[in-house]
């Protein structure tokens, strides 16, 4: 197959990249590098069957040219990580909707199937505990910074089903929480890259609130095999499925094993919300998802266990945190 990654340089799209490569798939990978890393791709530089090309998905004319070559779209590339998010909102809020609209527009231009890459954020803070694929939203107010990736993303969501209505094969993964190696501290999945750097360097692990925040940490292997079937899986298009572990951590307990499994002698303290995100940050307190869906229709079963998960990304950025 002749696949396109939109992120492909990024945290879960540089894994897929590499998972379709080695199943012999040819790979178009479109990145502009800004929270993506030329690193996660470096390996495959060159190689006759992976071609890079550094640049935006706001660029139509080159969106075009790539998906009018290609069977199948994987589109990841989006403004990520609540807290670049919450740093500037409108270049998330013009990257994910408008960035998103030039991709379902060449997909449905040519006929071609997506995998929207969309997130658990969708469903804020309800406290409907587990999420379900078709719960409702319960979002704070828009002068919340955070909720603007929620409904940036959530637009995403229509703009697909709304293509789909029209006969594009489309099908949407929300992720949990994915965590492992390449994680970028300043990017995706900051808690995990946050409190491996600190531990490693022996500073003080930082949880915010109380710590009884609670999210469903996934590994990387696990979310990219969601991805993936969700490309392939037939009965699950023009449907949105929950991709990740359903093991509840606490944020306390992530630290705690953390600095268990790295040998670290860091204290574990406690911040409030604002040191790190400013005034007026709203938190979601519990995050689990319903998996029942993505298992009885694409047949994902996460498979690695938080410790395992940790053991492997704490190896990883202990080659390559060393700042
Ligand atoms: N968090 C923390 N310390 C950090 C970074 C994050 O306690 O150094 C908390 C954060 O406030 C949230 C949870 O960890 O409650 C998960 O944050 P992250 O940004 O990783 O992802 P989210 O699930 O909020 O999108």
């Given at each position: 197959m002749k696949v396109l990654v939109t992120g492909g340089a990024g945290y879960i799209g540089s894994h897929l990249v590499d998972h379709l490569l080695s199943r012999g798939d040819e790979v178009f990978a479109i990145d502009?590098?800004?929270?993506?890393?030329i690193a996660n791709i470096q390996p495959h530089l060159?190689?006759?069957?992976f071609h890079f090309l550094d640049d935006t998905i706001l660029n139509e004319n080159l969106l075009d040219l790539l998906v009018s070559q290609v069977d199948l779209v994987y589109h990841l590339a989006a403004i990520v990580g609540v807290k670049n998010v919450v740093a500037d909102p409108l270049a998330a809020i013009k990257t994910n909707v408008t960035g998103t609209e030039v991709v379902l527009n060449a997909a449905f231009k040519y006929w071609k199937k997506v995998v929207l890459a969309s997130t658990s954020?969708?469903?804020?803070?309800?406290?409907?505990?587990?999420?379900?694929?078709d719960d409702d939203r319960v979002l704070g107010p828009t002068?919340?910074?955070?909720?603007s990736y929620s409904t940036s993303k959530a637009i995403d969501e229509h703009f697909a089903f709304a293509y789909a209505a029209k006969g594009l094969s489309m099908a949407i993964v929300r992720y949990f929480n994915s965590y492992g190696p390449r994680l970028d501290e300043k990017g995706y999945g900051s808690v995990v890259a946050n409190f491996a750097r600190q531990a490693l360097k022996g500073e003080p692990i930082t949880v915010h609130g109380d710590g009884l925040q609670s999210r469903c940490f996934t590994y990387i292997d696990d979310t990219v095999v969601g991805t993936v079937l969700a490309g392939e899986?037939?009965?699950?298009?023009r449907s949105v499925f929950n991709i990740g572990s359903d093991a509840e951590t606490t944020v306390q307990d992530l630290a705690l094993a953390i600095k268990r499994l790295s040998g670290s002698r860091s204290d574990i303290i406690f911040v409030p919300y604002r040191a790190y995100y400013g005034e007026g940050f709203e938190d979601t307190r519990r995050r689990v998802p319903s998996i029942d869906r993505a298992r009885e229709v694409l047949g994902f079963i996460p498979k690695v266990k938080l410790e395992e998960g940790l053991m492997r990304t704490i190896a990883w950025c202990r080659e390559h945190y060393t700042r």
């Open positions: 502009n590098l800004s929270t993506g890393n060159g190689q006759n069957h954020e969708i469903y804020g803070k309800s406290a409907k505990i587990p999420f379900h694929e002068t919340v910074g955070r909720w899986v037939k009965a699950g298009e």
